[in-house]
């Protein structure tokens, strides 16, 4: 399985951003658990939101509840984070995820796959 991120940038304060994460490769499949983890620099990398395969579950860190939100598309095998209203803090490296689990945890050791990362930076 391949995990490729994209759509991070420079963005000020309060303004948006969508990461897409597209998945390929001949043992994906769209039952797969999807999620967002981010790292700062000198931070451990952290939780941010994730979605399982029907889309019918969610769930997401404290500090990004009601300003992002995750989606997917299984035709496409992509799922997406829309970033809104963002702030200084949320300046990370954004990595997408994919597991098997059929719950949604938060800890990075169960997912099995993970993508190269994609920069964002939100400036004040």
């Known amino acids: 399985v391949q995990l490729q991120a994209s759509g991070g940038g420079l963005v000020q304060a309060g303004g948006s951003l969508r990461l897409s994460c597209a998945a390929s490769g001949r043992t994906f499949r769209s039952y797969y658990l999807m999620g967002w983890f981010r790292q700062a620099p000198g931070k451990e990398r952290e939780f941010v939101a994730a979605?399982?395969?029907?889309?019918?579950?969610?769930d997401y860190a404290d500090s990004v509840k009601d300003r992002f939100i995750i989606s997917r598309d299984n035709a496409k095998n992509t799922v997406y984070l829309q970033m809104n209203n963002l702030k200084p803090e949320d300046t990370a490296v954004y990595y997408c995820?994919?597991?098997?689990?059929?719950?949604?945890?938060?800890?990075?050791?169960?997912?099995?796959?993970w993508g190269q990362g994609t920069q964002v930076t939100v400036s004040s």
């Open positions: 979605m399982d395969w029907s889309g019918g579950s969610t």
């Open positions: 995820a994919s597991g098997s689990s059929p719950r949604i945890p938060r800890g990075k050791d169960e997912y099995d796959y």
